[in-house]
């Protein structure tokens, strides 16, 4: 039976060189291109006045919202699985993941599904591409983003200690740390006037050591007993406040 279908695939002038494979895990029910396309296949179902013939057809897939990647509804067993068209060619044409890998687009253009198109790579190329094509997704443009732009700016110019800033715009003060500290939206410019992070000190006898491992070497006392000397400890039900001269300075308060 003849399959045609009208949609354009992204890149793709001809289609005499197109490749078709069954696509994994719906073996006899549907196939895949090398051009990025999908199609279901002939097959006989049970309706209500006895078995029906279906023709097979080309899938037209919809864009998903939340990242702009194409994807198309595989029915099997009456049960409907949503699936990304990207994921269903490399699986098909280059085999499962390895670990750790995920699927890349080599141009960037995430409607591009022919399997020349793709390849697998880890999390870190996968992203140095998507900030080579300009496809990124930061900040407010994340279907998860809590924030807004303004409002991290806001928290940036912020002295306030991170789990009041976190009341105040309904975030825990672990995200409030990761913005602050430059972990998490990160495409902000930072400016004079902005949180800084500042460098932690160990205040031992009157004397600043950058690290308890440094100030360990020069005094010649193990880590654990400079701990406690700096930042006191619990022992019984009791508070031991840190000893005179010794301090702990933290990097921000929190």
Known sequence: M?????????????MT????????????????????????????????YGPREYGGKILSPVVRKLDGYLIVSLYRNSKRYQRTV????????????????QCCHNNGVRSDCRAENLR??????NSGDKEVHGTALKGEKCGNAKLNEEQVVEILYSSEPHNIVGGRFGVSAELIGLIRNGKAWRHIERKPGMYARQAAAWI??????????QA??????????????????????KFYPPAEGCRFVECNPC
Do not use: Q
């Open 120 to 125: 697998w790579g880890t999390s870190l190329e």
């Open 216 to 237: 360990s070497e020069a005094l010649g006392v193990a880590v654990h007993v400079l701990r406690y000397r700096c930042k006191g400890r619990h022992a019984k039900g």
């Open 17 to 48: 060189d197109e490749i078709w494979k069954a696509v994994v895990g719906f073996e006899g029910l549907y196939e895949v291109s090398s051009l990025g396309r999908v199609r279901s296949l002939p097959r006989v179902m049970r309706a209500n």
């Open 86 to 101: 990207h994921a269903i060619v490399i699986e098909s044409f280059k085999g499962p993941a390895p670990v750790g890998m």
């Open 2 to 14: 003849a399959l045609d279908g009208r949609r354009k695939i992204t890149g793709v002038a001809d």
């Open 204 to 213: 031992v006898d009157g004397i600043s050591y950058s690290t308890l491992v």
